[in-house]
């Protein structure tokens, strides 16, 4: 990503796949005074162009090649810098809203940072209208806007469902045919997903805010190399 400095000022933020024109001098307030038929002209005392104040005047023109093979002292040269992002504030958009980047130019350089990111609602939140009373849908229920915590249970618990699925037919059979019994180890595996499940929703409901959840998610590596998060793991499958 590449930015245009006219002045110590950002003007533009070529892309870099086309030539571009440098700016030299631009048309003044004393061009346009200037710009008009003389007296005695049929047309005297109206503009001669069409131009106005602050449109290019002059200017050099410049082949798409700068931006690849041109140093960036080169380019800086005539008011092309690569723009550098600070990340130092960008957090993990899955758990934070971030700011959009403010593009600055100092110390000879371009650079683009991001104001301090909010943390997503991590508990669910009731919509209201704008006198704080209620908002509900067509079948007059509460419309809710669902927090993180809600989110990742319903995340973990769609996950158990899927590990259930393939022994499902098992409980079908057990249902429909008197002498067949589920295999104890078919139903030991369904027993421990489903514990696994609930014990996951009950440490996701004990964050007591987004860095908590963020830990309770996030996968660390021991000194021995096992790769392990707080929430743990479901079961391994039996099918």
Same mark, same amino acid.
């Given at each position: 990503?590449?930015?245009?400095?006219?002045?110590?000022?950002? #003007?533009?933020?070529?892309?870099?796949?086309?030539?571009?024109?440098?700016?030299?001098?631009?048309? !003044?307030?004393?061009?346009? #005074?200037? /710009?008009?038929?003389?007296? &005695?002209?049929? *047309?005297?005392?109206?503009?001669?162009?069409? +131009?106005?104040? &602050?449109?290019?005047?002059?200017?050099?023109?410049?082949?798409? !090649?700068?931006?690849?093979? +041109?140093?960036?002292?080169?380019?800086?040269?005539?008011?092309?810098?690569?723009?550098?992002?600070?990340? %130092?504030?960008?957090?993990?958009?899955?758990?934070?809203? =971030?700011?959009?980047?403010?593009?600055?130019?100092?110390?000879?350089?371009?650079?683009? !940072?991001?104001?301090?990111?909010?943390?997503?609602?991590?508990? /669910?939140?009731?919509?209201?209208?704008? =006198?704080?009373?209620?908002?509900? /849908?067509?079948?007059?229920? *509460?419309?809710?806007?669902?927090?993180?915590? %809600?989110?990742?249970?319903? *995340?973990?618990?769609? *996950?158990?469902?899927? @590990? @259930?699925?393939?022994?499902? +037919?098992?409980?079908?059979?057990? #249902?429909?045919?008197?002498?067949?019994?589920?295999?104890? $180890?078919?139903? #030991?595996?369904?027993?421990? $997903?489903? %514990?696994? $499940?609930?014990?996951?929703?009950?440490?996701?409901? &004990?964050?007591?805010?987004?860095?908590?959840?963020?830990?309770? @998610?996030?996968?660390?590596?021991?000194?021995?190399?096992? %790769?392990?998060?707080?929430?743990?793991?479901?079961?391994?499958?039996?099918?």
């Amino acid at each position: 990503m590449f930015a245009q400095v006219e002045s110590g000022s950002i #003007t533009s933020f070529p892309k870099g796949n086309k030539g571009l024109e440098i700016v030299t001098s631009r048309y !003044s307030a004393e061009d346009i #005074t200037a /710009d008009v038929y003389p007296v &005695g002209h049929e *047309q005297a005392g109206q503009r001669i162009h069409i +131009w106005s104040e &602050g449109d290019v005047k002059e200017g050099l023109k410049y082949p798409k !090649s700068i931006y690849t093979l +041109w140093t960036e002292a080169e380019r800086n040269a005539i008011g092309i810098y690569t723009v550098e992002i600070d990340e %130092t504030n960008r957090k993990d958009e899955k758990f934070y809203i =971030n700011t959009d980047i403010t593009y600055a130019f100092g110390s000879g350089k371009v650079t683009g !940072s991001y104001g301090t990111a909010t943390a997503k609602a991590i508990a /669910d939140v009731n919509e209201v209208d704008g =006198n704080g009373d209620p908002i509900l /849908d067509s079948d007059g229920n *509460q419309i809710v806007n669902y927090g993180l915590k %809600t989110k990742y249970k319903n *995340q973990f618990n769609a *996950q158990a469902a899927g @590990l @259930l699925a393939p022994t499902d +037919w098992y409980v079908v059979k057990a #249902t429909e045919v008197s002498d067949y019994s589920v295999p104890s $180890v078919i139903t #030991t595996y369904r027993a421990a $997903v489903r %514990t696994k $499940v609930n014990a996951m929703e009950t440490a996701i409901d &004990g964050c007591a805010n987004v860095e908590a959840l963020i830990t309770l @998610l996030t996968y660390t590596t021991d000194s021995d190399g096992v %790769t392990t998060r707080p929430l743990g793991e479901f079961p391994d499958e039996v099918v």
